[in-house]
Each structure stands twice: as C-alpha cells, then as structure tokens.
C-alpha cells in the first residue's frame, strides 16, 4: 500500500509539472520554468521502466516535450521572437534553451512510438536539432540516416520510408567521428565496421579495433554486473544483454518470431512436468529459474520443478538446485546445501555439478578452500564443454592457481575455448591475449573478430531483434529502419533482412530502394553470406539497382577467381562465369582444383539453363538493350532473378565463408592492449591472485588484467 501511495504521489507531482510549466507559458510571466535536466530526469522514469503503462508513456512524452523546448507555433505565437520553426511543420516551433538530451530521447519516443505516435519525420528534425546542439548519440542517429539518404526532409511519410535521396557520405562520416569522439557507442561501432572493410574510410584492421574496444567492454561491463546480482554461482556469461534471435527472412519469413512459440513449448513442457515427467520438469525448472528466451524469471515455481526432478535422480536438477541455493536465488544462501546438491549432481559426472563444485573450492564457500580440488573439477567439467569451467581454467592457468607456475598459453587455450561457445568475458579477454601477443602470437585479424562479435551481443544489437517483431506485427516500414540502423553498425543480418525487404517490394520506398537493396547485397556478400552475393550476381546481370553492364559482372568473377578464394566461392564464381558465357580465366592463378570445380558448376549451370531458357534469354536480352530493358521492381524481379543462380545455389548450398582480410601490423595501435593485459584498470581490471580466499574466486570474474605478464 505504501509503494503504491508512493508511486501515485510522484506521478501526480509530475503531473503538477506539466500543469505548472503549460499555466506558465499560458500567463506569458517571467516566472522560473522547470529545470529541463529535472524534467528529463522524471520523464525517463516513467518511460524506461520495466511494465510501463500508455499513460505513464504519455506523460514521459509530455515532460520530454517541456524538456526539449517543442511547442505548439499557435500557442507560442508572440510569445518568444526567438523561437525556430521546425522544418516542415510549420504547426510546431523550437523554443530556445531546450536540452539536447531531451530532444534525442523525444526522438526516440517518435521512433518507437513511445507515449506518442509514431512520427519518423518529426523524429527526424528533432534528432538533426538534437546534433547541432552537440549530441553525441543524436549525431550517431543523424549519420545513419545521412549514409542512406534518409535525412532529406521528405524522406518519411507517417511510419514508413516514403523516399532514399541521395547519402551524403562526408557529412555521414562527420558525423560519426563526432559522436565517436565524444562517447557515442554507435558511432564507434559503425566506424569501427567502416574501417574494417574500408567501407569509405581507410581500411585498417587496428584502427578498427581501436573503436570496437571500448564499446565491446562496455558490453562486458553490464554482463559482469548482471552477473554479481545473480551471487557468486550464476554462469558469468551473457545475463542481462538483450536477447538475439538470427532470423533471416529470407527462410524464416512466414515462422514468427520465436517467443510466441516458446511460450505454447513452455506450456507443453509444464503440462508434461505437472504430469511426472522428469526431463520436462528439468527444462521448465531451467527455464524459470534463468528467466531466459521470453519466459519470466519464478524462481519459486523453479525450486518446485526442479526439487521434484533431482528427487527422481535427475543429475542436471541436482546442480540447478544447487545453483540455486549457493546463489541464494529464490531462498536463503545455503552454501551446505549448495555443496550437498553439487555432490550428488558430479557423483553423476555432470558438468555443472562438477563445475559448481570447482567453484566452491576455488572460493572457499561452505568449504575449505582448496584450489588443486578446483582444479581438477573444473577441467573435469570441462572436458565435457562446458564454458564456465573452461574461463575459471583459464583465468586459474592466468595465476598460476592450484599450479606450480602459471601458463599463459594455457590461459589462452581455455578463453578460447569458451569464446568458442559464446562466453562474453572469454571473448574479451581472448581479444586482449591477441592484441597484445600474451599466449598466443600477437595478431590483429582474430582480435578484431571477437571484438565485433562482442559487439553484436550487446545492447546495440537490440535494434536487430526490434526488427525482426516489427516484422511480423506487419509494421515493415519501421521494420526496416531498425534493420538499416543493424546495418550500420555491421550486424550481416540487418543488412541481408534490409535488402531482402527492399528487393521483395516490402516497405516501398522509392526508386532508389533497389540501389540500396544491392549495396546491402554487398555489404552482406563482403561478411559471406553466399546467398546475398548470389543476389547480388543477379542484381548486376538483370540491371537490379546497377549499371546493367556485363562487364561489371565479368570484373566480379575474375576478382573472385584471382584473390584465391575458398572452394565454394570459386564455384560460384564459375557458376556465374558459366551462365553469362564468360571465359575462365587461366594463369598461374587457376589451379587443376579450380578448373575442375569450374567444370562441375558450369556443368550444373547449363543444366538449370536448358531448363529456363526463356529466363536465360530475357536477361540476354535485357543486357544487349541496355538498363531500362528489363524490370526487376519489387518481388517480382526478385522471382525473375532467382533464377539466374539457382544451379549455383545447389551447389553450395547456403555456406557463409568468411572473407580473408588484411592483417595491418601497427604495433603503436595495439599499446591500449598491452595497457589491458599489464597494467590492469578499474574496467579492464580481470583476475588477480589475491590473498584472501574470497578475492580468488571473485578477480577470475573479471577480465585479463594486472597479471598477464610474459
């Protein structure tokens, strides 16, 4: 009754705000207005809150509003001779002294529809005022819009891209360098995917690095600190960043998305726990005790599932349980009872039993610590996988715990191993071992791709899972924003979802969408998606978005051909080759491998060609005629194109191979990694051989820090 007296008292003093700054500019007195960073402030309180309502979002947008100085031109009219159109809608005005902050996140309310319809022009202009007022984060927002010509004025229509102008590169560029200069996570990461494939920047794998780190241990930052408010037992890995589904359209389109059909799995798995089976009332006691794929976290519904499996003899139950009760989750901190369950649990050989139980010794919780029995357990645990056992090794093998001297190579070998399986501090500190050449050779290239894996983990990758359920509540045209903005910061996703939307005719945006389309084609054949460079084979023999110029085409094939490509591509590159009647090229280059892979798939081209020659010979004579012979508009070019490549489809299926990379040795950029590994700092700070019993277990949650020296 108290917090909810609390709570009606603090939203009707906002709302006394609100009704005092409007009474204020109603009078046209000199009286003192609300502080906008105070009015900022309540606003987000209200919208960011977990199980926020339409009305609580109605007044965050209202104080925002206030905050951001956008006023009513009727109301304002005489008021404030300073006061600033807003281009466009000449119905709204910009009052002088609003907050830049305030504008960016009413912006974002715009957007995503937040307390107010959506509205992406008035977003638009309130994100461009936002920039020129110095906002780093507004003009990360303002240079994605401006790489894809989204930042004319009528640009949006409503909810959807009514119009791609033309980008303006420089400006974009500017812009991002800007924010990135000034903290703009975003802009980082984009520049950061900009210089790694020298998308308009120089190309330069340190460089990129350079921006990817600090946002990539921003995301390990908020993965450990999710992790310490699960206690010391919860897995060190990815609790508390979003949550990522990898839809592809193209396959998944008519599937949904995946929490809808969780949940009616989590029915039919508690149907059958409730009716004794044992494996059901595991899975569903996991589920609810993570709180993880779209189910809520109960932790007591949680214990009564999961005490009811490990009763029956089930060994993964018994660790959970003693997860639970070591943590404290859902009951009293137990570490006796930890220990008991873990015991039971690795007297059945499992893994977390096991690893739980290398937990306890390393730490000394409910035992006497004992780090060669911690050890033991771990390696133990995981020989059979499992990613929390490899980082504790490798962070014991760090300091030489339970060991006679310390092996960096070791240390490496195991963060590794658990980067391999998507730990997020073992990514992490594997980037660091490389860059800085601790363990394993110093290499820029495998650094650089942990680094943008970790990236993509984090917050900023909401963005992508935004998409994919705009996608399928129908709302394609902000679907395809947030794809575009994925895109940016070079999730290969966002960018083939993109492309595949714009070359099916969804979210129709003008006559330059299938330009974008093929340029997103591109970005997304650069990172091996070997669909997209298909699609993008297609767009530049049917003239899709591109120059309708054979030529073009033939320089794609012989690239492909000459820098040594994997098997796979120099079949599809054949393929290609083989269905426009191009020459292999022959040289030292063309092996006796790669002729004979030319041979096979120009053998299967001109089987799927004597089957569609009438397709074949439209697109002959669309390329004869010139650009405006042939149409591939929308979803029915796309129908037409898909047959140009279907031989080489089969053929390699829907492999992705990464494409190789320069490795730019520039030891002076790699100094801030030798900073991470030697000298250590509060947010790179990672295991330290500490002297009390605690602190050893508690540094192995950090990343590589003070002890990695050579």
């Given at each position: 009754?108290?917090?909810?007296?609390?709570?009606?008292?603090?939203?009707?003093?906002?709302?006394?705000?609100?009704?005092?700054?409007?009474?204020?500019?109603?009078?046209?007195?000199?009286?003192?207005?609300?502080?906008?960073?105070?009015?900022?402030?309540?606003?987000?309180?209200?919208?960011?809150?977990?199980?926020?309502?339409?009305?609580?979002?109605?007044?965050?947008?209202?104080?925002?509003?206030?905050?951001?100085?956008?006023?009513?031109?009727?109301?304002?009219?005489?008021?404030?001779?300073?006061?600033?159109?807003?281009?466009?809608?000449?119905?709204?005005?910009?009052?002088?002294?609003?907050?830049?902050?305030?504008?960016?996140?009413?912006?974002?309310?715009?957007?995503?529809?937040?307390?107010?319809?959506?509205?992406?022009?008035?977003?638009?202009?309130?994100?461009?005022?936002?920039?020129?007022?110095?906002?780093?984060?507004?003009?990360?927002?303002?240079?994605?819009?401006?790489?894809?010509?989204?930042?004319?004025?009528?640009?949006?229509?409503?909810?959807?891209?009514?119009?791609?102008?033309?980008?303006?590169?420089?400006?974009?560029?500017?812009?991002?360098?800007?924010?990135?200069?000034?903290?703009?996570?975003?802009?980082?990461?984009?520049?950061?995917?900009?210089?790694?494939?020298?998308?308009?920047?120089?190309?330069?794998?340190?460089?990129?690095?350079?921006?990817?780190?600090?946002?990539?241990?921003?995301?390990?930052?908020?993965?450990?600190?999710?992790?310490?408010?699960?206690?010391?037992?919860?897995?060190?890995?990815?609790?508390?960043?979003?949550?990522?589904?990898?839809?592809?359209?193209?396959?998944?389109?008519?599937?949904?998305?995946?929490?809808?059909?969780?949940?009616?799995?989590?029915?039919?798995?508690?149907?059958?726990?409730?009716?004794?089976?044992?494996?059901?009332?595991?899975?569903?006691?996991?589920?609810?005790?993570?709180?993880?794929?779209?189910?809520?976290?109960?932790?007591?519904?949680?214990?009564?599932?999961?005490?009811?499996?490990?009763?029956?003899?089930?060994?993964?139950?018994?660790?959970?349980?003693?997860?639970?009760?070591?943590?404290?989750?859902?009951?009293?901190?137990?570490?006796?009872?930890?220990?008991?369950?873990?015991?039971?649990?690795?007297?059945?050989?499992?893994?977390?039993?096991?690893?739980?139980?290398?937990?306890?010794?390393?730490?000394?919780?409910?035992?006497?610590?004992?780090?060669?029995?911690?050890?033991?357990?771990?390696?133990?645990?995981?020989?059979?996988?499992?990613?929390?056992?490899?980082?504790?090794?490798?962070?014991?093998?760090?300091?030489?715990?339970?060991?006679?001297?310390?092996?960096?190579?070791?240390?490496?070998?195991?963060?590794?191993?658990?980067?391999?399986?998507g730990h997020v501090q073992a990514m992490y500190n594997?980037?660091?071992?490389?860059?800085?050449?601790?363990?394993?050779?110093?290499?820029?290239?495998?650094?650089?791709?942990?680094?943008?894996?970790?990236?993509?983990?984090?917050?900023?990758?909401?963005?992508?899972?935004?998409?994919?359920?705009?996608?399928?509540?129908?709302?394609?045209?902000?679907?395809?924003?947030?794809?575009?903005?994925?895109?940016?910061?070079?999730?290969?996703?966002?960018?083939?979802?993109?492309?595949?939307?714009?070359?099916?005719?969804?979210?129709?945006?003008?006559?330059?969408?299938?330009?974008?389309?093929?340029?997103?084609?591109?970005?997304?054949?650069?990172?091996?998606?070997?669909?997209?460079?298909?699609?993008?084979?297609?767009?530049?023999?049917?003239?899709?978005?591109?120059?309708?110029?054979?030529?073009?085409?033939?320089?794609?094939?012989?690239?492909?051909?000459?820098?040594?490509?994997?098997p796979e591509d120099q079949q599809l590159a054949a393929?290609?080759?083989?269905?426009?009647?191009?020459?292999?090229?022959?040289?030292?280059?063309?092996?006796?491998?790669?002729?004979?892979?030319?041979?096979?798939?120009?053998?299967?081209?001109?089987?799927?060609?004597?089957?569609?020659?009438?397709?074949?010979?439209?697109?002959?004579?669309?390329?004869?005629?010139?650009?405006?012979?042939?149409?591939?508009?929308?979803?029915?070019?796309?129908?037409?194109?898909?047959?140009?490549?279907?031989?080489?489809?089969?053929?390699?299926?829907?492999?992705?191979?990464?494409?190789?990379?320069?490795?730019?040795?520039?030891?002076?950029?790699?100094?801030?990694?030798?900073?991470?590994?030697?000298?250590?700092?509060?947010?790179?700070?990672?295991?330290?051989?500490?002297?009390?019993?605690?602190?050893?277990?508690?540094?192995?949650?950090?990343?590589?820090?003070?002890?990695?020296?050579?």
């Open positions: 009754m108290q917090a909810s007296s609390k709570a009606r008292t603090s939203f009707t003093r906002a709302v006394l705000i609100l009704l005092l700054a409007a009474g204020s500019c109603a009078s046209g007195k000199d009286e003192k207005q609300p502080d906008p960073a105070a009015l900022l402030q309540q606003a987000l309180q209200y919208r960011d809150k977990v199980g926020a309502t339409g009305r609580e979002q109605k007044l965050a947008a209202g104080l925002l509003k206030e905050a951001a100085g956008l006023a009513s031109a009727k109301q304002h009219a005489g008021k404030d001779p300073a006061a600033v159109p807003v281009p466009g809608m000449p119905e709204l005005v910009f009052v002088p002294g609003g907050s830049a902050a305030a504008l960016r996140e009413l912006a974002k309310c715009y957007q995503r529809g937040k307390g107010v319809d959506v509205n992406h022009k008035l977003s638009l202009e309130l994100f461009r005022r936002a920039a020129e007022l110095g906002d780093a984060e507004a003009q990360g927002a303002m240079a994605m819009r401006m790489a894809f010509g989204l930042h004319h004025s009528n640009s949006f229509e409503g909810s959807s891209i009514r119009h791609f102008g033309r980008p303006d590169e420089a400006s974009a560029l500017l812009h991002y360098y800007f924010g990135a200069a000034n903290g703009d996570a975003f802009s980082r990461a984009a520049l950061g995917y900009r210089h790694t494939f020298g998308l308009g920047v120089p190309k330069s794998c340190w460089t990129a690095v350079s921006y990817y780190q600090p946002v990539a241990e921003a995301v390990v930052q908020e993965a450990v600190d999710a992790y310490k408010t699960q206690g010391p037992l919860g897995s060190s890995s990815g609790h508390g960043l979003p949550q990522i589904e990898r839809i592809r359209l193209n396959v998944h389109a008519n599937q949904g998305i995946k929490p809808d059909r969780q949940r009616e799995v989590l029915q039919y798995y508690q149907y059958s726990a409730d009716r004794g089976n044992i494996d059901a009332q595991t899975a569903v006691g996991t589920l609810l005790n993570l709180g993880t794929h779209g189910v809520s976290r109960d932790h007591s519904a949680a214990a009564h599932y999961l005490a009811r499996a490990a009763a029956a003899g089930n060994d993964e139950a018994m660790a959970h349980l003693g997860h639970m009760h070591g943590a404290g989750m859902g009951m009293p901190q137990d570490f006796a009872k930890a220990h008991q369950y873990f015991s039971q649990s690795a007297a059945r050989n499992n893994p977390l039993g096991l690893y739980g139980l290398g937990y306890l010794f390393l730490s000394g919780s409910g035992v006497e610590q004992n780090h060669e029995l911690a050890l033991k357990y771990f390696q133990q645990a995981a020989e059979q996988g499992d990613r929390d056992a490899h980082f504790y090794l490798g962070a014991m093998y760090m300091h030489g715990l339970g060991m006679r001297r310390r092996s960096l190579s070791k240390a490496f070998m195991h963060y590794f191993q658990a980067a391999q399986a594997t980037a660091v071992m490389h860059m800085a050449g601790k363990g394993t050779p110093k290499s820029c290239k495998p650094a650089l791709s942990n680094l943008k894996a970790l990236v993509e983990k984090g917050p900023l990758a909401a963005s992508l899972q935004a998409g994919h359920e705009a996608f399928f509540r129908g709302q394609h045209g902000q679907a395809l924003l947030l794809y575009l903005q994925a895109s940016e910061l070079g999730m290969e996703i966002g960018q083939s979802n993109a492309a595949w939307m714009l070359d099916r005719g969804f979210a129709h945006a003008g006559h330059q969408a299938a330009s974008v389309a093929t340029a997103l084609f591109k970005r997304s054949a650069e990172q091996g998606n070997v669909m997209s460079l298909l699609q993008l084979g297609d767009c530049y023999y049917y003239g899709s978005g591109v120059e309708q110029r054979q030529q073009a085409l033939e320089q794609q094939v012989r690239a492909a051909l000459a820098q040594g490509a994997p393929a290609i080759a083989a269905q426009i009647g191009m020459q292999i090229p022959q040289g030292p280059a063309a092996t006796a491998g790669d002729a004979a892979a030319a041979a096979t798939a120009a053998g299967a081209a001109a089987a799927a060609r004597s089957g569609e020659a009438s397709a074949a010979a439209g697109g002959a004579a669309g390329v004869a005629a010139g650009p405006g012979a042939s149409s591939s508009s929308g979803s029915g070019g796309a129908a037409t194109s898909s047959n140009g490549a279907e031989a080489a489809r089969q053929q390699n299926g829907v492999a992705e191979d990464e494409r190789k990379q320069r490795d730019e040795a520039e030891p002076a950029a790699s100094s801030s990694a030798s900073q991470g590994v030697d000298a250590g700092s509060s947010s790179a700070a990672g295991v330290s051989a500490a002297s009390s019993s605690r602190q050893d277990a508690d540094s192995a949650d950090g990343r590589v820090g003070s002890g990695a020296d050579s």
